[in-house]
Structures are given as C-alpha cells and as structure tokens.
C-alpha cells in the first residue's frame, strides 16, 4: 500500500510568490496533519483535519496560509505570498484517529522542501 | 520547560553499544510514539505505545505511566541507526506534542 505521498519534493521560489503543497493520505486515514519543520527542530501543527472539518488551525498563520480539505481526503496548503520564513520543510501525516485523544500510528509523507529566495 | 523533555540532546556512540533514550512528559497522554527521521528524510513510525514494553528487532520501547516517563533501546548498535528520534505525545486534549529529538550518530 503507499505511503503518505506529498509534492512536489522540493520548490524553491522568490519571495512574494505564491505555492502549494498537495498530500494524499494513507486511504481510510480520517486524520490529515499539515506540520512545518525547521532545521533541527521538531514539527511544528499548522492545521489538523478530522475527514473534511479542520479541527485545529490555531497555529495556522491564517494572513498568508490557507488550507484545504473538500472531500476529506487530500489536501492542499496554500501560502500566498511567500516570506522568507517561511523556508522550511512542509510534512503532512495522516492517522487513523482512535478517538478519545488517541491519534493512532503516524504515518508521515517525504516532507516538500520549500526555499523562499 | 517543554511538555515533553528528551535526554540526551546528542549521542554518539561506537557501533555495537547498547543505547538508550529517555522522554519525560508533563500532561496526561493516552498514547505515547517514538519516531526517526533519517538526515533529509520523512518520519517513521517506530512504536506507539501506551503501556508496558514494545519490541520490534533491536529495538526496544517502554514506557512507565506513573513516572510519565518512556525510554527507546536500541541494542547492537549499527550506523545505520544514524538519526535523530524523537518522541510524541497524545495529549488528552487532542493534540501531539513533540519532544525536540535526540541526534544519534553511530561510529562504525
């Protein structure tokens, strides 16, 4: 079975651009994760999904970030326009969802490598 | 102080060594993971566990509720054990919480 898969593996772009990361999650997977990732530092939630309802978007820089998940099942980030802070690298995850708090295995894509010039 | 504490930062041993991980947390957790990511690579799913001990190869996982504390054993170290492996929490509330990673190197 595949892998969470997400594209493009790498951008690079000039600030003031816009771009966007799709993900496709492990099929079934009700839980989709968009996290950020600096170098040598954990990831850092930017929006959870449970199927199409984002559930947790607090840390979502909401001026120039958007997401979506209309069918509840990939998804896109969006960021328009891009900063320079915004290099890093952009991981999604998907998890069953056990419920009660319980996220289930993760399960995490190849990460798409963003370099804002 | 973070919710989730990992020790050591850094760990370089010789290949064969015995290592061990430590992660400390400070909220109530209904799962806890263990996870690797290799130098420019994804994140993988090594155990997720919420009570006792898991083993899967030469690695070993367990965890004390009580303590709120969980180690990773990895026995017969190997380089390619090289990366950096850092522990999550399911909080209560819904949400993961990351520890900042443990960067092991293995010396062949």
């Known amino acids: 079975e595949a892998g969470v898969v997400q594209s493009p593996r790498y951008k690079i772009i000039e600030k003031k651009q816009p771009v966007a990361f799709w993900c496709n999650p492990i099929s079934g997977h009700n839980t989709l994760y968009w996290y950020l990732q600096n170098l040598g530092q954990g990831p850092e939630l930017l929006i959870r999904?449970?199927?199409?309802?984002?559930?947790?978007d607090s840390q979502l820089p909401k001026d120039r970030f958007s997401a979506e998940r209309l069918k509840g099942v990939d998804s896109t980030l969006k960021i328009q326009p891009a900063e320079l802070g915004d290099s890093a690298v952009y991981l999604c995850a998907s998890s069953l969802g056990l419920g009660r708090g319980n996220t289930g295995e993760l399960f995490f894509g190849e990460g798409s490598r963003l370099t804002v010039l | 102080k973070n919710e989730v504490e990992q020790s050591p930062q850094n760990l370089t041993a010789q290949e064969g060594e015995f290592i061990t991980i430590n992660c400390s947390y400070s909220v109530g957790i209904s799962a806890l993971h263990w996870l690797q990511q290799h130098p420019g690579g994804g994140i993988v799913s090594l155990f997720m566990l919420s009570s006792g001990k898991k083993k899967h190869g030469r690695l070993i996982a367990t965890i004390n509720i009580q303590e709120k504390h969980s180690s990773l054993h990895i026995t017969a170290s190997h380089p390619r054990d090289s990366a950096v492996y850092i522990c999550a929490v399911d909080s209560r509330d819904d949400k993961i919480i990351f520890g900042k990673g443990t960067r092991l190197h293995i010396l062949p």
């Open positions: 999904y449970e199927n199409e309802e984002a559930v947790d």
